[in-house]
């Protein structure tokens, strides 16, 4: 479940971690959030029973404790939130098996997390980036069509690397997307998008396939299913050619895709199921940069701002 071995930990723990393991299966949690929460809490179990604690004896003051301690290291608020919160889902798993009577973290505030913003270009920005990339060699094209339904659909990097042939859609002008817990949704792709996954597949993808039968949409030059460093490597290349200023990273261009929707009058709750949330509370990130931007245009024009 860990990079470490939880034989070590005494039994009680032990049978702990592996119940939310169990749990986080059952809720078809991906891999990455499975060993996320395995080293969370184990780094917790291990604490605990060096204090004597059991699982059942945990309290609230037993977690403001370890929280303090995390602080204390130096651990940042929103790693102290995160370790938090799954300490909290191990005891959500405890006690819907019966092994404890309440949730003890459900009485620990989490240390509030710094909200910033999170990267948005400019409309005219997206543009001089995408159409900056050219499309005169099968990896130009494939990069033109990849940033671009990237744009268009708001898609993550992990969600990019995942697409098949088969998840796009061009008489309905959509894209079949799995994302972060296996769930899947279809989302609107537009003309510029579906134009440059056109040409990327009648005369880029074929002189980068290697095997008939693969069903990755975006190849690498050796004809293997792209990673997420290779779509994060290939935007900064295009990115610097595009002199564009600011950190910008595939997530960038999600957000950008949200707030220009948001922007252009679309339903925050149209927005959430376009990109996948499960809250609308996610999605409210968008509403604060709308409103920062209204802010900075009202203090440079209003004469008495």
């Not at 395995?38 to 059991?54: K, T």
């Not at 042939?165 to 579906?194: C, F, M, Y």
């Not at 209204?294 to 701002?305: F, N, Q, S, V």
Request: net charge positive; hydrophobic share 40%; charged share 25%.
């Amino acid at each position: 479940m860990t990079t470490q071995d939880t034989d070590e930990l005494p039994a009680g723990w032990h049978a702990a971690l592996l119940l939310l393991d169990g749990d986080l299966r059952g809720r078809a949690a991906a891999e990455k959030t499975r060993r996320a929460y395995g080293i969370d809490v184990e780094q917790f179990a291990r604490w605990a029973s060096q204090g004597g604690l059991e699982p059942a004896e945990v309290d609230h003051r037993s977690l403001r404790r370890y929280a303090a301690a995390l602080g204390e290291s130096g651990a940042a608020a929103t790693t102290v939130a995160r370790k938090l919160a799954a300490i909290r889902a191990l005891y959500r798993c405890l006690r819907e098996h019966g092994h404890v009577t309440q949730n003890p973290a459900d009485l620990v505030a989490s240390p509030k997390r710094p909200r910033n913003l999170p990267t948005v270009l400019k409309p005219q920005e997206i543009a001089a980036l995408l159409d900056r990339i050219p499309t005169s060699t099968p990896l130009e094209m494939r990069d033109r069509a990849m940033f671009e339904l990237a744009y268009a659909s708001g898609l993550r990097a992990e969600e990019i690397v995942t697409l098949d042939v088969i998840s796009l859609d061009h008489d309905a002008e959509q894209v079949r997307v799995e994302g972060k817990g296996s769930k899947t949704r279809v989302v609107p792709a537009g003309e510029a998008a579906l134009a440059a996954m056109a040409r990327y597949l009648e005369r880029g993808r074929p002189a980068l396939v290697r095997e008939e039968q693969e069903p990755a949409l975006f190849l690498s030059k050796t004809g293997r299913r792209l990673g997420t460093s290779d779509v994060r490597r290939r935007l900064r290349v295009w990115v610097r050619l595009a002199e564009v200023q600011g950190g910008v990273h595939p997530h960038a261009l999600r957000h950008s895709f949200a707030t220009h929707l948001l922007d252009g009058g679309a339903d925050l709750r149209a927005i959430q199921e376009m990109l996948g949330h499960a809250s609308v509370s996610t999605t409210q990130i968008y509403t604060r940069v709308e409103s920062a931007r209204l802010k900075t245009a009202y203090a440079r024009a209003h004469p008495r701002a």
